[in-house]
């Protein structure tokens, strides 16, 4: 827009005040507010904005979420569903969680760029705006994350994937959430006429994507420890979140991925996990990859080392495995 300006337009500004009548002059004090003023607007609109890809959004919770302390955004967590094109369409689904280190989310290259990735694959993708802090701290992110697969689940039927096929994917401290969700998990209040509420909040398979694991003083990402349990936390509390000591047998398949040159989260988070899960017999699969900063998402951002680039393809081959997707 800024460039489209008339010639005749940025000349009047531009022309030297002593060759400007006064009419002129006068009207080039009036006008110049209003110039910056566009200018300020025209920035704004350039910024790129969240493409959801068309995704509907939802608050998460029916009416006021449990614990809210307010009812400003922050307060009211969302849930978008992106619905993958009929033709290509499978029985299953999947609940993305963005990182953020629990103070923030990213919500685009790990939100709402993956749904679109698993929707040309036909694969059913939610987005979840969880809470974090600093309002929010445990177990709101996991009371959260757990009800969105419950909602999952309950619509299985009515947009026409299996119920035993959801999975949750998760970065960074997504990842940890991620890693939460998988090994805590109940079958639901099936006591219960609610259709969400009887649900299980167990995920069918998951995808830890450079995730925080551990809660542990040796690996842990301390940012994101002191933003969900705060800087002083019960030791209870730590064991109970390092989720490389809560994998059974009942943990569902899962596929690890991060690289070596990761300064923000050891690689030691996912090695960890993936050792409990070999040891408790849980179908996985490991990728470290030499180079890549934190925080490359799907292998598409800026200054992404060629072979990390690669490890979307790895994914998809582990999901035709384990017949999420087509083979």
Request: charged share 20%; proline share 9%; glycine share 8%.
């Amino acid at each position: 827009m800024i460039f489209q300006l008339p010639l005749l337009f940025l000349r009047f500004f531009y022309t030297p005040s002593h060759l400007v009548s006064h009419q002129d002059l006068s009207m080039r004090q009036l006008i110049t507010p209003l110039i910056v003023l566009f200018l300020a607007v025209s920035t704004l609109q350039a910024e790129d904005p969240i493409n959801t890809y068309n995704g509907i959004t939802a608050p998460l919770w029916n009416g006021e979420a449990p614990g809210a302390k307010g009812n400003t955004p922050a307060d009211i967590p969302e849930l978008t569903l992106h619905v993958p094109p009929a033709d290509i369409k499978t029985d299953s689904a999947v609940i993305v969680l963005p990182g953020g280190g629990y103070g923030h989310t990213a919500i685009t290259y790990e939100g709402h760029d993956v749904a679109h990735w698993f929707n040309q694959r036909g694969v059913t993708a939610y987005v979840l705006r969880y809470r974090h802090a600093p309002g929010y701290q445990h177990p709101i992110p996991l009371m959260d994350a757990q009800h969105a697969i419950r909602i999952a689940r309950s619509r299985a039927q009515e947009l026409g994937y299996s119920p035993k096929k959801i999975g949750i994917l998760g970065f960074s401290a997504g990842g940890h959430l991620a890693s939460t969700t998988a090994t805590h998990f109940d079958e639901g209040d099936t006591a219960s006429n609610d259709p969400i509420k009887s649900q299980s909040s167990r995920p069918d398979f998951a995808v830890l994507c450079y995730p925080v694991v551990t809660m542990q003083d040796d690996f842990t990402h301390k940012g994101s420890r002191n933003n969900l349990l705060g800087a002083d936390p019960d030791p209870k509390l730590v064991d109970d979140l390092s989720n490389e000591l809560r994998v059974t047998p009942q943990t569902p398949p899962t596929f690890l991925v991060h690289t070596n040159e990761d300064a923000a989260v050891a690689a030691e988070n996912p090695v960890q996990f993936y050792l409990a899960l070999r040891k408790a017999g849980v179908p996985a699969e490991l990728h470290i990859y030499e180079e890549g900063r934190h925080g490359l998402g799907f292998g598409e951002r800026p200054n992404t080392p060629e072979a990390y680039q690669q490890w979307p393809i790895a994914l998809e081959n582990w999901l035709k495995v384990h017949e999420i997707i087509k083979k």
